[in-house]
């Protein structure tokens, strides 16, 4: 999206589940999409949004700030962690001034699955050996190599992990491990340590429609894995835009926009 | 490249025009190539690395840091602006804890074109609407949009610039406008104002060599367009890792590598 009103302005509208009166991204509409009857379920190419209704109180948590609406099992760890997390998000907020969170004060990397929490959308481009998420947020990619190989144990840790996947009928399934321990699992603080690793089911359950199911497995900051879901919708007319963390001087704003109860 | 070192060393092999002996990036490679003698001109997809002979005294500049070795015609602005940039690398290079390259400091995006001139691989990937090129050095997205549309004069100021492009027989001409004036044109500090206007002929030239001529039109930093020529090599065998600048805390170790001479 061109520009950060736009985007959220855009971002609450399709949040709220209005029909988002079209408001084209480009002057020119790319090529005219295939008719929705017909779609291939392993091409994911395109640019989606996260498509989750808003709550009437966005203090409630949730909305695009975490997984799961679920409190995930955290051990003992796991909640000192949480504990120590201020996030300016969620039902235990901090003030902007008094958030800890990394990205309001460096513009670090996001890391993942976080990326996909940030009120942006992004774009999926394939090649023979590859998937690539590429989020308009701070232009980071999801990487995940289809070629076969196996993960490569010599890297790391890694903010984006290192993915790779396969497909199981028409699911693509992405294994992502190799993590550091330097970023937040979700924009209210729930933590991962470098034991992190997130299996994905990725689905094209229609032509309009990704559906991308997150297990989150890290026995040191939870008890249990655990589950969360996130939907995607298609937008044929959109395309990524500049997007970097250092233009959002203004995290106020941001955040001023983004607790404004939903009507 | 997957990691920092070997990233160097690869760098440095190929600069070095070594035959890099095959230190294969992947265990597998990715979908088998065309033959050689076959290529679709305007199919840039792939991962290509800078190709430009190392000078034997790299404090010469030039090497990656710049897009020429013919000073460019600055203006009085310019020149002023060009001063005042405390590069690390170059003739008139400051030591590390004297530079005010934002890179160093804050981990700013590089912006284009400069972005070109840091020593790791860039993959472009080619929709039908779309060439987009991605940076393994920051995570870097530089996207050409070649569906008809126009700059839009609402955008920016932004780090990137706002990209069209078009073919004109095989040649992908990319116009880039809408820029910030927070970055440096290179790595040795040549600026550039928000006037900046970057005309690129891309052409893959073979199977294996894609070549960039870049015109600089910027009047309030120089007197006149001036043009550089860059060259990048196929490497079929590589994909692109994570690599960024944050994990970069040894700039002094990327530093002593670049501008130990080459033998």
Same mark, same amino acid.
Request: glycine share 6%; charged share 20%.
């Given at each position: 999206?061109?520009?950060?009103?736009?985007?959220?302005?855009?971002?609450?509208?399709?949040?709220?589940?209005?029909?988002?009166?079209?408001?084209?991204?480009?002057?020119?509409?790319?090529?005219?999409?295939?008719?929705?009857?017909?779609?291939?379920?392993?091409?994911?190419?395109?640019?989606?949004?996260?498509?989750?209704?808003?709550?009437?109180?966005?203090?409630?948590?949730?909305?695009?700030?975490?997984?799961?609406?679920?409190?995930?099992?955290?051990?003992?760890?796991?909640?000192?962690?949480?504990?120590?997390?201020?996030?300016?998000?969620?039902?235990?907020?901090?003030?902007?001034?008094?958030?800890?969170?990394?990205?309001?004060?460096?513009?670090?990397?996001?890391?993942?699955?976080?990326?996909?929490?940030?009120?942006?959308?992004?774009?999926?481009?394939?090649?023979?050996?590859?998937?690539?998420?590429?989020?308009?947020?701070?232009?980071?990619?999801?990487?995940?190599?289809?070629?076969?190989?196996?993960?490569?144990?010599?890297?790391?840790?890694?903010?984006?992990?290192?993915?790779?996947?396969?497909?199981?009928?028409?699911?693509?399934?992405?294994?992502?491990?190799?993590?550091?321990?330097?970023?937040?699992?979700?924009?209210?603080?729930?933590?991962?340590?470098?034991?992190?690793?997130?299996?994905?089911?990725?689905?094209?359950?229609?032509?309009?429609?990704?559906?991308?199911?997150?297990?989150?497995?890290?026995?040191?900051?939870?008890?249990?894995?655990?589950?969360?879901?996130?939907?995607?919708?298609?937008?044929?007319?959109?395309?990524?835009?500049?997007?970097?963390?250092?233009?959002?001087?203004?995290?106020?704003?941001?955040?001023?926009?983004?607790?404004?109860?939903?009507? | 490249?997957?990691?920092?070192?070997?990233?160097?060393?690869?760098?440095?092999?190929?600069?070095?025009?070594?035959?890099?002996?095959?230190?294969?990036?992947?265990?597998?490679?990715?979908?088998?190539?065309?033959?050689?003698?076959?290529?679709?001109?305007?199919?840039?997809?792939?991962?290509?690395?800078?190709?430009?002979?190392?000078?034997?005294?790299?404090?010469?500049?030039?090497?990656?840091?710049?897009?020429?070795?013919?000073?460019?015609?600055?203006?009085?602005?310019?020149?002023? #602006?060009?001063?005042?940039?405390?590069?690390?690398?170059?003739?008139?290079?400051?030591?590390?804890?004297?530079?005010?390259?934002?890179?160093?400091?804050?981990?700013?995006?590089?912006?284009?074109?400069?972005?070109?001139?840091?020593?790791?691989?860039?993959?472009?990937?080619?929709?039908?609407?779309?060439?987009?090129?991605?940076?393994?050095? %920051?995570?870097?997205?530089? #996207?050409?949009?070649?569906?008809?549309?126009?700059?839009?004069?609402?955008?920016?100021?932004? &780090?990137?610039?706002?990209?069209?492009?078009? &073919?004109?027989?095989?040649?992908?001409?990319?116009?880039?406008?809408?820029?910030?004036?927070?970055? &440096?044109?290179?790595?040795?500090?040549?600026?550039?104002?928000?006037?900046?206007?970057?005309?690129?002929?891309?052409?893959?030239?073979?199977?294996?060599?894609?070549?960039?001529?870049?015109?600089?039109?910027?009047?309030?930093?120089?007197?006149?367009?001036?043009?550089?020529?860059? %060259?990048?090599?196929?490497?079929?065998?590589?994909?692109?890792?994570?690599?960024?600048?944050?994990?970069?805390?040894?700039?002094?170790?990327?530093?002593?590598?670049?501008?130990?001479?080459?033998?």
């Amino acid at each position: 999206m061109r520009n950060i009103f736009l985007g959220l302005a855009l971002a609450f509208a399709m949040a709220l589940g209005h029909s988002a009166p079209a408001i084209p991204q480009t002057k020119q509409p790319s090529a005219p999409p295939a008719a929705p009857s017909s779609f291939d379920p392993h091409d994911l190419s395109g640019v989606w949004m996260q498509d989750r209704p808003r709550l009437g109180k966005v203090v409630e948590r949730y909305w695009i700030y975490e997984l799961t609406l679920e409190e995930p099992p955290m051990t003992a760890w796991g909640e000192a962690q949480y504990k120590g997390h201020k996030s300016s998000f969620g039902t235990h907020a901090y003030p902007i001034a008094e958030t800890n969170d990394p990205i309001y004060h460096s513009c670090s990397p996001t890391g993942f699955p976080r990326a996909f929490f940030h009120a942006f959308p992004l774009q999926i481009v394939q090649t023979p050996g590859e998937v690539i998420m590429l989020f308009e947020w701070d232009s980071l990619r999801h990487q995940i190599f289809t070629d076969g190989r196996a993960h490569d144990t010599s890297l790391g840790p890694l903010w984006m992990g290192d993915s790779i996947g396969h497909w199981e009928g028409d699911t693509l399934v992405a294994d992502t491990v190799n993590f550091n321990d330097k970023t937040w699992l979700d924009r209210i603080g729930h933590p991962h340590s470098e034991q992190l690793h997130v299996i994905e089911h990725i689905r094209r359950v229609d032509h309009e429609h990704l559906e991308d199911e997150i297990t989150i497995d890290d026995p040191k900051a939870y008890t249990r894995p655990w589950t969360g879901r996130i939907v995607f919708a298609l937008k044929p007319k959109w395309t990524l835009a500049e997007e970097f963390c250092e233009d959002i001087g203004s995290f106020q704003n941001i955040e001023n926009q983004e607790t404004t109860p939903a009507k | 490249m997957r990691r920092r070192p070997l990233g160097i060393v690869l760098a440095f092999a190929i600069v070095l025009s070594f035959s890099a002996a095959a230190s294969a990036q992947t265990k597998q490679a990715s979908a088998a190539p065309s033959t050689p003698s076959s290529f679709d001109p305007r199919d840039l997809s792939g991962v290509w690395m800078f190709d430009r002979p190392r000078p034997l005294t790299v404090v010469e500049r030039f090497w990656m840091y710049e897009l020429t070795q013919e000073e460019p015609p600055m203006t009085a602005w310019g020149e002023a #602006q060009y001063k005042a940039a405390k590069s690390s690398f170059g003739t008139h290079s400051y030591p590390l804890a004297e530079t005010n390259d934002s890179i160093y400091h804050s981990c700013t995006p590089p912006g284009y074109p400069r972005i070109l001139l840091h020593p790791f691989p860039m993959q472009v990937i080619q929709g039908p609407n779309e060439v987009i090129m991605l940076f393994e050095y %920051d995570s870097i997205r530089h #996207q050409i949009f070649t569906d008809g549309r126009q700059h839009d004069t609402s955008l920016g100021p932004l &780090w990137m610039g706002d990209a069209i492009g078009h &073919w004109e027989g095989d040649t992908l001409v990319a116009d880039t406008v809408n820029f910030n004036d927070k970055t &440096w044109l290179d790595r040795v500090g040549h600026p550039h104002s928000d006037q900046l206007h970057v005309i690129e002929r891309i052409r893959r030239i073979n199977h294996d060599h894609l070549i960039d001529d870049i015109t600089i039109d910027d009047p309030k930093a120089y007197t006149k367009p001036w043009t550089a020529h860059l %060259d990048f090599l196929l490497r079929l065998k590589w994909t692109l890792a994570e690599q960024f600048c944050e994990d970069q805390g040894d700039f002094e170790g990327i530093e002593g590598d670049e501008t130990k001479p080459a033998k």
